[in-house]
């Protein structure tokens, strides 16, 4: 392996490298972050209060959003304010969706990186410090995650530790015994409108999946919550079947790239709609299968 020499470059202090250059590389190649498999959603996301946030990347397979500020140079009070600020208008814009807060600079200093731990003790919240480095005139970057939600003790008690089993018990604590039940009644639901007794519930980080005979099939999916469930039903979207469902049941989203509703559901929306729901589980059950698992 050769040695190749290098040297620290300021992208502050760079004429060519601003932070609209940075913002547009990392929406182009989100795995320098080192967040995962993750989509661009948005850049200069408008906020309510007249900001713009300056990038939004979803997990498609967990579907939580991440919430990022960048700064070049050193960050400071106001882009940590700034972020947890924008952070907290996207997830009151859309409740059903689990948002983690980012704050990227070139420098986090031990000053703020202390006030950002403290924070990070009851808000999922990532520090990335981000680093430009020349080699032989060409530019390098290198991404280093200096805070962690897995350092974070709120983000544990709420159950997502890696270490915590994912069991029938894990979604009672994190959702409710009720709620499960109702998980429990749709399944039986769907194995007979499917006809299929091999049908059953598995029990993942993120969301409560089906399976058959073992190997996972999520035509149909789950996120228990304290109160209703989110079901989450593949399908080709169609005006027609989105003003029924619009018109039935409370519809949330509908994601394009995995063909999915969104649904969230009260056990009242369930007994009072079976004939829209199994027409639903039936195009579902016809979808092919490309969800990956988490």
Request: aromatic residues 8%.
């Amino acid at each position: 392996m050769k040695y190749l020499q290098t040297k620290p470059f300021s992208l502050r202090s760079s004429k060519e490298h601003d932070e609209k250059w940075l913002q547009s590389l990392l929406a182009e190649d989100p795995g320098i972050l080192g967040l995962g498999e993750i989509d661009h959603v948005e850049s200069e996301r408008r906020q309510n209060n007249g900001g713009r946030l300056d990038l939004m990347f979803q997990d498609p397979t967990s579907e939580v959003r991440y919430c990022i500020e960048l700064q070049l140079g050193a960050t400071d009070e106001a882009h940590i304010i700034r972020t947890l600020e924008y952070w907290d208008n996207e997830r009151s814009r859309n409740p059903h969706i689990e948002h983690i807060a980012v704050i990227i600079a070139e420098d986090i200093t031990t000053r703020f990186l202390n006030v950002i731990s403290l924070f990070n003790k009851s808000i999922p919240l990532i520090a990335i410090q981000i680093n430009a480095i020349e080699v032989n005139g060409d530019l390098a970057l290198t991404a280093v995650k200096v805070l962690d939600i897995a350092q974070n003790i709120g983000w544990e008690d709420d159950n997502t530790s890696s270490k915590e089993v994912t069991d029938r018990a894990y979604w009672e604590k994190k959702a409710t015994p009720q709620t499960m039940r109702f998980a429990d009644d749709f399944v039986s639901f769907v194995k007979e409108t499917m006809n299929d007794e091999r049908l059953e519930l598995k029990y993942n980080k993120h969301y409560v999946g089906m399976a058959r005979n073992g190997i996972a099939d999520n035509f149909v999916h789950f996120r228990p919550r304290k109160q209703g469930m989110m079901v989450i039903l593949k399908s080709p979207r169609s005006e027609e079947l989105t003003e029924k469902i619009e018109e039935k049941l409370d519809l949330v989203s509908y994601n394009t790239r995995w063909s999915q509703y969104h649904i969230r559901f009260t056990e009242r929306d369930f007994k009072s709609n079976k004939e829209l729901i199994a027409h639903l589980i039936r195009t579902a059950g016809k979808m092919p299968s490309t969800e990956t698992e988490i």
